[in-house]
């Protein structure tokens, strides 16, 4: 089965460029899993999977929704055990955490500031308008 992957894109949807999405595939890599990525610009992010989410990456994996790259890395190392961890543990899923909460705020911030524009010019003019 080929779970979809909903990946936030621009006017190309050959450039994908959330880095929280980048997540999501790598560790589906990781594990192995076949993905179908569905491309998906802002303004139709309310409307993936019946309004699972107000943000991506979502995945749908047979008959299971779930939303955000943490929860989705957690959902695939359990729902997936025989594939390559992606934690090794516990004292891995809490490193993992700190690590992205960090960034969250040290890094982050200061990537956006220099990104906005660059993602804001990758959008039609719909999305554009939007972001």
């Excluded at 993936?48 to 957690?74: C, H, M, Q, Y």
């Excluded at 969250?104 to 939007?130: C, G, K, R, S, W």
Aim: glycine fraction near 6%; charged fraction near 25%.
């Amino acid at each position: 089965m080929t779970i979809l992957l909903y990946d936030l894109v621009g006017h190309d949807v050959g450039r994908p460029f959330s880095p929280h999405c980048w997540k999501t595939k790598m560790a589906l890599a990781h594990k192995g899993l076949a993905v179908t990525k569905v491309p998906t610009r802002f303004l139709e992010v309310p409307e993936v999977e019946s309004g699972a989410s107000k943000t991506v990456p979502v995945i749908r994996d047979g008959e299971r929704v779930v939303a955000d790259s943490f929860a989705i890395a957690l959902y695939l190392d359990e729902a997936y055990p025989d594939r390559p961890t992606l934690f090794a543990g516990e004292g891995g899923k809490a490193l993992a955490r700190f690590i992205e909460r960090w960034s969250q705020f040290t890094i982050h911030p200061y990537v956006a500031t220099v990104a906005l524009t660059d993602l804001h010019d990758m959008q039609d003019e719909p999305n554009a308008a939007y972001f």
